[in-house]
């Protein structure tokens, strides 16, 4: 099952490939990773996206939890949380059909375009990983040149409804 | 499923400084540190890297006594000898480059044992990292996945605490080996030194106890247990905690199976005592465990030499695992009842709640009747012959001699696990192995360091033929510094253990295992200025023990023993740890 797991470390020389170690020491995948400074410039957030059963994702909060410098790991996948990836999409459009096919996607979907030339658009797009990719999808009819993905990011939130999905699950 | 966790470690941070002080080398930060740190004996060999730090450690002699080992592997082993005979940390300082890499099969026997350890690497200077310099490798990176924690030190100011918490971090938790790799300028660099009264780190670590509804749930267990056993670790080693295992156990007349690492935590010869488990554990303690409705596991983490195959192992017991490890819980096998907790406070804490209990007398009386019908059924055993001596005898003669007091240090191999199965333990440090990497080699520098640590005990380093050869350059070591140590080689001319495997599982095909071409350990003893002598019959093997134990100085005793001895029960990799094979 996939899994985000976030992890606040020191931010210090070294210490993400000790995190990386980890995972590829012990057999564990990492389908994405994106890290960035936290408010507190001392710490970095890493966002993980792996996959495992329930013993694999314990062992792996656990296993992490084990390093020195790492502060608070959280499975986010088992809280109410937040989740977004971000992706930027090259893609070749020479007649103006295409152009307002794309236009009607970006729409649609709330993507931006950051950049455009003759026959060239930069589409930025930022969704849950299921948007993005469905986006992405929906633009493989046109060329597509080049795409780049952050990664997820995740961020926990207050359960916001007393009875919502996230609360029947915490209550069992 | 617990996945989520909290924390508070510390950042190191460049401190501002409020006073004035003398200014300092890097180096002599390093070595004040160390002796803040209550370090008195260091294992290692020089290099460019590191000559600013022998430059200090020269004019510090009087404080720091440094051992000239004569490869780095042999003062990594040392340095944990010294640990794990004391439970103090251990510290070893090597050069950059083969220094660093030569030391690595020591880090990551420490590592996978949960040793206390500081290596300290020298680096080439700041400016040189990453262009290939001479002696230069990424020791950081080549380290990362055997150390507790890590250093690369690249300021001068973060040094003193980077000492002091690297300190801390191999002791406090589940111990293990810390690196602390510094280029050659920082150790030149001036800077001030603080001292420990001004020092913004903790030096001495809290045991973590047991939560009350934890202490609780296992008790409640343990006292519904029919048929109960303690499976004990080198947590309780490490911790300790030996004297609150004891009264736990005695409280309840419980049996108790030690693990090798685990070994003199529990005391061998206690009527509780079913020996150790595993691949080549007692007939009693298996077959105890897999008929066991109750698992106390303390301070063990389910090592496959233990379990066999692990979903047969101790099938209809519920388990109680106490371990100061959250990760070794629930690794392999899942508690009914996790206890996340130092191994003494956990049985401190069960003692304590035992001792309120009434509880009835001969109220285990069937599983004792039980486990004393498997301990008659197959004792360890072994049938002397009149030619050759037996290698169980060897160590069943040496335990004698020894008035079963010695230090027994162990190689890896068949003699290992005979050291184990025959020299009963009466202590906790009392027998030191490399258990979970089973680095051969580690014996002899182990029993260095162990001796040193021990001034006043007999130590005893047990080795084999071939671990012997790989680190036998460490004799003169012990002869430079008189280190009385003494070696028994239990010489059966094979890499034992291998031989053992091929004759079992290969059709007797003994593929590269042939060692009857050595040198002569006698002559190569005497080459080293240390006592040589052989024991070749059953007749003369006491006397020449006894000869080599009471000679005062290093004294290597070459024991030819039987060939194609095998160790028994063996429970073959992966099998059911009931279906031993008993000869």
Redo the contacts between chains.
Sequence with gaps: MRHTISIIVANEAGELSRIVGLFSARGYNIETISVGKTLDPRWSKATIVTSGDDTTIEQIVKQCSRLARVKEVKAVTTLPHIEREMALIDVSVTRGDERQEVMSLVNIFRAKVVDISHDKMILEMSGTQDKVETFIDMLKPLAINEVTRSGTVAITRLSALEGSEYALQRAA | ?????????T?V?IPVSVHETEKVRGAEVLIKGLIANGVDTIFGLPGGAVLHIYDELWRYREQVTHYLVRHEQGAVHAAEGYARATGKVGVALVTSGPGATNAVTGIATAYMDSIPLVVITGQVPSGMIGTDAFQEVDT??IT??VV???Y?V?NVHELEDIVNEAFY?AKEG?PGPVVIDIPKDVTAQLTEYRGPQNATLVFEAERPKPSVKSVELAVEKILAARRPVFYVGGGVVSADAADELARVVEILDVPVTPTLMGLGGFPTAHPQCLGMLGMHGTYAANLAVAESDLLVAVGVRFDDRVTGKLNTFAPNAEVIHIDI???N???LR?PQIPVVADAKEALAALADRFAQESLGKDRLADWWEQINEWRSEVPLSCEYSETEIKPQQLIETLHKVTDGDAVVVTDVGQHQMWAAQFYPCKRSRQFLTSGGLGTMGFGLPAAMGAQLACPDTTVVAVVGDGGFQMTNQEIITAVQYNIPLKVVIMNNGYLGMVRQWQEMFYDRAYSEVDLSVSPDFVKLAEAYGAKGLRATTPEELEDVLRQGLEYDGVAIIDVVVSKEENVFPIVPAGGESRNMILK
């Design positions: 499923m617990e996945t989520a966790t909290q924390k508070n470690p950042v941070t950081f990176g990362l996945p507790k924690h890590s690369l690249r971090l589940k490890d959250a990760s819980i629930g690794k899942k």
